[in-house]
Structure formats: structure tokens, C-alpha cells
């Protein structure tokens, strides 16, 4: 049986993936259990090496251990967030022009961390190591994370992943009860949008896709029309 959302907006798969953004910005409205469900069955769904299922996810709403949990996190998410602008030059170039993307996006950063703590749910994806670390070990729970922020927007609600719990993760750990041995992978809110949903932009996929050779765009590698791009991401030769 599938969750149907209140208002639905039947997407596909395709589009479902072109439009989730990193969602920052959450209305007050909680998000019903039958939703969160959904998008934990949707987490639970992704694959994992040999099919070990390593991943967990502790949810966290409203009660003692979630709001501590936020506090955390939230006091972690301002002092990251403050060393960032400070050190990356936010308020500086472009971004002294409030109408810029990159004014824009330390204005969404800034009220995410001031309102971390008002986050409708909280979830904390860990991975139960059965092996010494191998580099690829966050394959196993990472397309997890997504599935999950995927099935958020599939049912009317966004997120975003951070790792805003790093410098806080021995307190969590205590409050949580996390054993030893346990990679706690990311720190993910999910709320109700603020705002709208809208396509993510990246750079083109003939920039980021090779073919036979490193560097060789294949000739059929195309955006489809209409896509928009961003600007962000590793300099680029002129
Ligand atoms: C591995 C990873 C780490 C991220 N860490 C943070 C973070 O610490 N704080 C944050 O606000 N967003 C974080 N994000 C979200 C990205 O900033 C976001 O996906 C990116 O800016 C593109 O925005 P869009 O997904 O809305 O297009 C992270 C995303 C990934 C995949």
C-alpha cells in the first residue's frame, strides 16, 4: 500500500530527481506520520553492499531526546555556518548585492540555522560498520539518504543533508545511545517547504560526463531543453 499525499502532485521519477533541492526553509505544519512512513520505507528501500541493510535512522520530532538533539545540532549548525561566511567571503564580492545567489543563499543559510531548532523532523542516518572503514563504505548509506529526501518530495515535503552533527556527535552519541561502531553519517531536516519546489541547477552533463576517455564528452550527452545551469562548482577552463 502506498501513501498518498494530501495534495497530491503525482511527479515521476525523472522529474522527482531534476526537482529536489535542498529544501531550508519549513512551514510550522508537523509532518504526519503516514508521510514521514512513506519516505522512511522509500530510505529503507536503497540498496547496500551484499544487501547488509547497515543503515538505521533515528527519527527525532518532538520529544525530550529530539529537542536536545536540535539543540545540539542547531548550536553546532550556527558555529559551522558563522566560520563558513565568515571564511568563504559571503558578505563580501557578490555577495554585498542582496540580489545575488550568493546573498540569496547566505540569507537561506543564516534563518536555516537561527530556526534549526523549529526543523519539523530531525532524522540522523547512521551506518552499523561489520568491517574496518573502506573508503567505499558511504555508498551503503548515503543512497539511502537520498531515497529518502526523493520520497520527501514525492509526498509534498523537502529536506536537506548536512553534517552539521559532527562536532557534537559524543553528546549525541551519550543522548541517543548510538553503540560504538556505529557511523553516524549525516544530520538530514524535513519539513513542509516554505517556498516552492524548482529544478536544482548543475553544471551541463556534457561537462560532467566522459566518454571512452577522461575529459571526452560524449557527443549524445545533452541537457534537456530548458535546462537551467549553475554557475557554482569547480572552475572551469575559459
Ligand atoms: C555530502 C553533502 C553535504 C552537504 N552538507 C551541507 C551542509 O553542511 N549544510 C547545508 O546547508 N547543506 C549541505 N548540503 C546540501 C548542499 O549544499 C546542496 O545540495 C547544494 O548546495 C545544491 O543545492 P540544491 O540541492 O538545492 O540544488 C550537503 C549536500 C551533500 C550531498
Not at 521519477?13 to 531550508?24: E, F, P, Q, V
Request: with cysteine.
Amino acid at each position: 500500500m502506498s501513501y498518498e499525499p494530501e495534495s497530491p502532485e503525482p511527479i515521476g521519477l525523472l522529474d522527482g530527481i531534476a526537482s529536489t533541492r535542498a529544501i531550508r526553509r519549513y512551514t510550522d505544519d508537523p509532518v504526519p506520520t503516514e508521510a514521514l512512513n512513506a519516505m522512511m520505507f522509500a530510505a529503507t528501500r536503497a540498496p547496500s553492499g551484499s544487501n547488509r541493510q547497515p543503515f538505521r535512522f533515528i527519527v527525532l520530532r518532538d520529544g525530550p531526546n529530539a529537542r536536545e538533539a536540535k539543540r545540539l545540532i542547531g548550536e553546532s549548525a550556527r558555529r559551522i555556518w558563522g566560520g563558513k561566511r565568515a571564511a568563504d567571503g559571503y558578505d563580501r564580492g557578490s555577495g554585498a548585492d542582496a540580489s545575488t545567489p550568493k546573498a540569496r543563499m547566505a540569507r537561506t543559510m543564516q534563518h536555516y540555522v537561527e530556526h534549526f531548532e523549529d526543523s519539523p523532523v530531525l532524522v540522523l542516518p547512521c551506518l552499523v560498520r561489520y568491517r574496518e572503514p573502506v573508503p567505499t563504505e558511504g555508498a551503503s548509506i548515503y543512497p539511502a539518504c537520498q531515497n529518502l529526501l526523493l520520497a520527501a518530495r514525492a509526498v509534498g515535503y523537502g529536506g536537506v543533508l548536512t553534517g552539521f552533527h559532527v562536532f557534537v556527535e559524543p553528546q549525541l552519541r551519550e543522548l541517543l545511545h548510538v553503540p560504538d561502531g556505529v557511523f553516524m553519517a549525516a544530520t538530514i531536516t524535513i519539513g513542509k517547504p516554505a517556498g516552492r519546489q524548482g529544478p536544482v541547477r548543475r553544471r551541463p552533463v556534457a561537462e560532467l560526463v566522459f566518454e571512452e576517455s577522461w575529459d571526452e564528452p560524449p557527443a549524445w550527452a545533452e541537457d534537456p531543453p530548458g535546462t537551467r545551469h549553475t554557475a557554482a562548482g569547480p572552475p572551469r577552463p575559459q
